[in-house]
């Protein structure tokens, strides 16, 4: 093979080849199952694959001739590829006896082999200079998730969260440096650029508070705490840990003290706007709402109920993915419109809200939750997924 242009290959974020030939994939439409087997070829290109391995990968129900369907879709593949080497008999795929493998003469340029080589020459740099551009150069070319059009592939989702790691490992390096070297605003400028999956590292929002209180930002550092630990309840329904509790102490010791008017307080506390549909708060603000219900259970009129909806992926090896978190804001939205006024629900974990829910009694709360259960099932449009629910009366 002569006078092949390198194939310049994209693994983050959305997959694509290019050269100056040709660009795959080319428009909107893609095959996905073609894209898979190239992609998996490509993560593994070290190694020759057995045609069993792939055909495992890339079908997940029983096929009656399996050889047959991954020899077609090999070479659809080949003739997919050969647009980038004009002129030329070239298989990007090559069969050896039982393996198939990427054609290891064609080179490639990989962003997730640019991205490996930053990461170990920061790890064996000599100083922390050397070592910050390199973790510096390895977050330039981390453009988002591993694959992330085809996070619903099981080997697909182990490789980007090994790639997260390491993103975050490069993220939490340099905002070491930059905090030794006082460059504060930098780090504002790098924790709000990372993407939702990353904000769920607790420790790159320590680094942004310490940055907002050195520069005296006290107010800011204030609503962003609150804003860190609304993130955190709502989608991981956890609570943030003693380190982070230990800079909001900070906050509180350095913000300058004022005092207000008991009309000033009762328009901080009240609702921007007229209230519509059920009330939702963080998880530590519905956990004191429920210890006061059990507190005054015993003489309120109507019975409070705990219940707790959970979507369920029936797919077993299924991780949380973009399409839960859509099902989960319909979801949100329905609680909303569902319950009345005086009813609390909160996100508690990834896949599940809980709800207190006034009613005179159970036949009461039934209602509803059928009336949740029915309305998330006609917008429902994942068959694999599905409403669970369970509820318990609260007690005094």
């Known amino acids: 093979m002569k006078n092949i242009q390198p194939l310049q290959i994209k ?3 959305k997959f694509t080849v290019s050269n100056e030939h040709f ?3 080319t428009g909107k439409k893609k095959n996905k199952q073609l894209s898979t087997l190239v992609a998996y070829l490509l993560a593994n290109r070290n190694i020759e694959v057995s045609r069993e391995k792939l055909f495992e990968t890339l079908w997940t129900e029983e096929n009656s001739n399996p050889g047959g369907a991954l020899r077609n879709l090999v070479y659809r593949a080949r003739q997919a590829f050969a647009p980038f080497f004009p002129q030329q008999k070239v298989d990007c795929i090559l069969l050896k006896g039982n393996t198939y493998a990427w054609n290891p003469e064609i080179p490639c340029v990989l962003d997730i082999d640019v991205f490996d080589d930053y990461y170990r020459k920061a790890g064996a740099a000599k100083d922390a200079d050397e070592k910050y551009e390199n973790l510096k150069n390895a977050i330039s070319v981390y453009s988002g998730d591993f694959l992330s059009d085809m996070q619903d592939e099981e080997w697909v989702t182990f490789a980007s969260m090994y790639y997260q790691r390491k993103y975050m490992e490069c993220i939490l390096g340099v905002c070491d440096y930059l ?6 605003e930098e780090i504002l400028d790098l924790v709000d650029s990372v993407n939702k999956v990353e904000r769920m590292y607790e420790k790159i929002h320590e680094y ?4 907002l209180l050195a520069m005296g930002q006290f107010q800011r ?21 003693g380190t982070l509790h230990d800079v909001y102490t900070r906050i509180v010791q350095v913000i300058p003290d004022y005092k207000v008017s008991i009309r000033n307080l009762e328009d901080r506390l009240r609702e921007d706007a007229q209230p519509s549909g059920s009330f939702y708060c963080n998880y530590e603000v519905f956990k004191n709402i429920y210890r006061f219900n059990a507190r005054s259970i015993r003489r309120a009129r ?12 029936r797919r077993a090896s299924a991780a949380p993915s973009e399409t839960m978190e859509q099902q989960m804001e319909m979801l949100k939205q ?6 009345r006024r005086n009813d609390v629900f909160t996100r508690f974990s990834a896949t599940q809200f809980s709800i207190i829910l006034s009613a005179q009694n159970e036949n009461n709360c039934m209602i509803a939750i059928n ?19 369970d509820v318990k009366q609260i007690e005094g």
Request: charged share 30%.
């Open 371 to 389: 009336r949740i259960v029915q309305k998330f099932d006609q917008k429902n449009k994942q068959q694999d997924i599905r409403i669970l629910w």
């Open 23 to 25: 660009e795959y994939p």
């Open 302 to 313: 109507n019975a409070r109920f705990l219940i707790l909806l959970t979507l369920e992926d």
């Open 334 to 339: 329905i609680i909303f419109d569902q319950l």
């Open 221 to 241: 550092a204030m609503d962003y705490y609150y804003y860190v630990v609304d993130l955190f309840y709502c989608k991981l329904g956890v609570d943030i840990t």
């Open 11 to 13: 693994m983050f974020e």
């Open 208 to 211: 942004y508070l310490e940055a």
């Open 179 to 184: 905090k030794a070297h006082e460059r504060f």
